[in-house]
Structures are given as C-alpha cells and as structure tokens.
Nanobody
Framework: VQLQASGGGLVQAGGSLRLSCARSGRTLSTYAMGWFRQAPGKAREFVAAITWSGSTTYYADSVKGRFTISRDNAKNTVYLQMNSLKPEDTAVYYC????????????????????WGQGTQVTVSS
C-alpha cells in the first residue's frame, strides 16, 4: 500500500486547508486511516482517524471542533479539513493506513499502523 499526501501550504492564523491522502496498491482489507503530525523538535502526535467501513471518527482534543476527517471509498482517499488554524498547528502532517481491526482508542497509537505517507508541510503564520 502506498500513500500520497498533499494539500499542505502556508496559511494565516484563522485560515483553512484541506489535506488529501490517496491510497494505491493492493490490500485485502482496510480498517482505518489516520492523520498524525510532527512539529520541529517534537514527537509525532495523533490528529484524527476514521474507520473505512463505518466512518467512525476519532480526534485529538487539540483539534476537536476545528478539524474534520472524512473518506471517499471510491477514490481510496482520506481528507483532513482544517479550519480555524493556529500557529501551533504548524507541522508536517502524515497519513497512515491500518489493515486490521483494532479499537478506536488504539488508532491514536502510530505504532498500530501498517503504512505511512511521505508527509505534507502545514505552516500557520500568526
């Protein structure tokens, strides 16, 4: 499975961006896809995840109410709509894929994912 993330860029605080992650390659199953981010000098952190069949979503508290994760099964693509962006949202954003079932809470653990995209830079200016 290959993942291609896109949509990052430079935006002013309060602005919006939509990230996309296109999945390609053969897979027997898809349970969930997620978004993580890593700011300079900081550890990678969970942002949001979505299950592929039931569209159950799960968000980090820091983005709840501002970010929305969604997916398009026909396009094998997951999206992250980011509104009301803050300078602290500045990071490289990565999408990730998990094939097998797990708990929703476990989707916040990056070690639970099978494949990762290359990352897209999001910079929010104050």
């Amino acid at each position: 499975v290959q993942l291609q993330a896109s949509g990052g860029g430079l935006v002013q605080a309060g602005g919006s961006l939509r990230l996309s992650c296109a999945r390609s390659g053969r897979t027997l199953s898809t349970y969930a896809m997620g978004w993580f981010r890593q700011a300079p000098g900081k550890a990678r952190e969970f942002v949001a995840a979505i299950t592929w069949s039931g569209s159950t979503t799960y968000y980090a508290d820091s983005v709840k109410g501002r970010f929305t994760i969604s997916r398009d099964n026909a396009k094998n693509t997951v999206y992250l709509q980011m509104n009301s962006l803050k300078p602290e949202d500045t990071a490289v954003y990565y999408c990730a894929f998990r094939a097998g079932m797990t708990t929703i809470a476990a989707l916040a653990d990056g070690n639970r994912y099978d494949s990762w995209g290359q990352g897209t830079q999001v910079t929010v200016s104050s």
